[in-house]
């Protein structure tokens, strides 16, 4: 592999073999240096290979070995002419993160953090297989799918102003409940408003630091104030839809002897009945992930309420949600000419810059909110989006730290019960889970080093910090 420096925190793959088009990495160059310690810059030629890609094949600071594309992995096609890959979009379709705040100082909330984990731990489902306090039909479980956060509001799960501070406005159009198979159904339809396992998880946070006053100040941020992170996606209902169109693809690849460079990368063009299938199913997925966000945090203010007294959720305003498993049309510059393309985006974010039409006017002359989660016992991220983003990757940033060590790794390596006590000791960290293996398996260390990563984005161009948040309490599966 042929590797060369473009700029600060930006490096470029260059074509050779198979390649269609040359590859960018975002990092600094330990970031960089540490993807070349699993496949994921073979996965990315893989993805710079594929048919119809424009401009580049990319991947974030936080990109690691994946399933197609590499987790953190970007590409782009004619929206009209182009493909679609699952394989770029991942198994847990719009898996997010969304953060709200609380009007809460650290000072105030400080006595009842415990309290208000423990009733978090009590009110959201949580864990492998969890089932939430819905029970829907078929027929409700579809008015979700095609209503996203709009059904959730609708029926009391918040208020209207959490829609437009969402991406998509919690709800992309063109789902079609028809092509959901009843066996994701049957998955989907008790999961509704549960948090899942592995690195799924409620954390009440403390601002810790503010580096951009003015965005943080329209993100309603402000240093020591409490919020509270969500981050979890379709769960078993999108991970079925996933499953169930891999096979029809694969299918279409062999009748129209299409060349995959990898069977986990299988594409199809997206005028085939078999590309249009999938998007109306992941579409469902995507409005599924959002209702999911919207309830648990309907629960979260309603436990706010039920420690602090009643009133207490009055201040919880959601900051924004943003999808990181997820492919849509979107408009760019692609050589000086506007364009639509069907952009996937692999644990990876949209960060666009002010002036954005899809942004909501409330940050539409700030700039988008990004919203970076780090790892159990580390710091996360607000980020805002910048213009440099727009034209080199396609207005999009990292998602999160990223994995370096696998599950099985981790939980060989740390004893949980140890991980509780330090944390709780060294950092005054609260931490509530289901299951202790998944306390190994979440280990700060398991994880990149999420400020490198940050930094990394911010030194690209295409992404702001604005402020830095730290747990106090981590509810997890």
């Known amino acids: 592999m042929k590797i060369k420096k473009l700029g600060e925190a930006i490096w470029e793959l260059e074509k050779e073999g198979t390649m269609k088009v040359p590859a960018l990495i975002f990092g600094t160059e330990p970031v960089m240096e540490r993807m070349k310690k699993d496949r994921t810059l073979m996965q990315l030629q893989n993805v710079a290979s594929l048919e119809g890609i424009i ?34 979009i991942g198994y847990d379709i719009n898996c997010g993160v969304r953060l709200l705040t ?11 953090i415990k309290a208000l984990a423990d009733k978090l731990f009590t009110n959201v489902p949580s864990g492998v297989g969890s089932e939430g306090k819905l ?29 437009e501070r969402t991406e998509e406005y919690g709800r992309m159009e063109g789902a079609d ?32 630091k503010v580096m951009n006053e003015s965005a943080a100040k329209s993100f ?6 409490i919020v509270v992170m969500i981050h979890c996606g379709s769960r078993g209902y999108g991970h079925q839809i996933c499953t169930d169109n891999l096979g029809s693809m694969l299918n279409l690849a062999n009748r129209m002897n299409l060349w995959l460079p990898d069977r986990e990368l299988v594409y199809a063009p997206i005028k085939t009945r078999e590309a249009q299938d999938y998007l109306a ?63 996937h985006r692999k644990g990876a974010t949209r960060a666009f810059p002010a002036g954005r039409p899809e942004l909501p006017p409330i940050y539409r002359s700030v700039g988008q909110p ?9 710091a996360s991220y607000v980020l805002v989006g910048k213009e440099k983003g727009l034209e080199l990757s396609w207005g999009t940033t990292c998602h999160g730290s990223g994995r370096t060590m696998s599950r099985g790794e981790a939980i060989r390596t740390h004893d949980p019960n140890a991980l509780v006590k330090d944390l709780w000791e060294k950092q005054q960290i609260y931490i509530r889970a289901k299951d202790k293996k998944v306390i190994a398996e979440e280990a700060p260390d398991a994880y990149k080093n999420v400020d490198e990563v940050v930094e990394s984005v911010a030194a690209a161009g295409i992404s702001e910090i604005v402020a830095r948040v730290k747990p106090v309490a981590v509810v997890k599966g």
């Open 102 to 112: 609380t009007g809460l100082t650290y000072e105030e909330a400080k006595p009842k």
């Open 370 to 378: 990004v919203i970076i989660p780090g790892s159990m016992g580390t």
């Open 55 to 88: 401009n580049n094949a990319m991947v974030m600071p936080d990109g690691h070995e994946g399933y197609g594309f590499p987790i953190g992995g970007v590409a782009a096609f004619d929206a009209e002419e182009g493909v679609v890959s699952p394989g770029g």
């Open 220 to 225: 309603g941020l402000v240093k020591d104030e």
């Open 281 to 343: 199913g992941m579409k469902c997925a995507v409005n599924f992930a959002f209702a999911n966000r919207q309830m648990i945090m309907h629960w979260v203010r309603q436990s706010f309420d039920e420690v602090l007294g009643k009133g207490a959720s009055d201040n919880m305003h959601l900051v924004y949600d943003v999808a990181h498993n997820i492919a849509k049309v979107e408009e760019h510059e692609v050589d000086g000419k506007r364009r639509k393309l069907m952009v």
């Open 177 to 208: 409940t028809t092509k959901v198979t009843p066996t994701a159904k049957a998955r989907g339809k008790s999961q509704l408003g549960t948090l899942g396992a592995g690195n799924h998880f409620l954390e009440i946070q403390r601002v810790e």
């Open 135 to 163: 029970r829907l039909t078929h027929d409700e479980l579809d008015k979700v799918a095609t209503g996203g956060t709009e059904w959730a509001v609708e029926n009391g799960y918040g208020w209207k102003e959490d829609i």
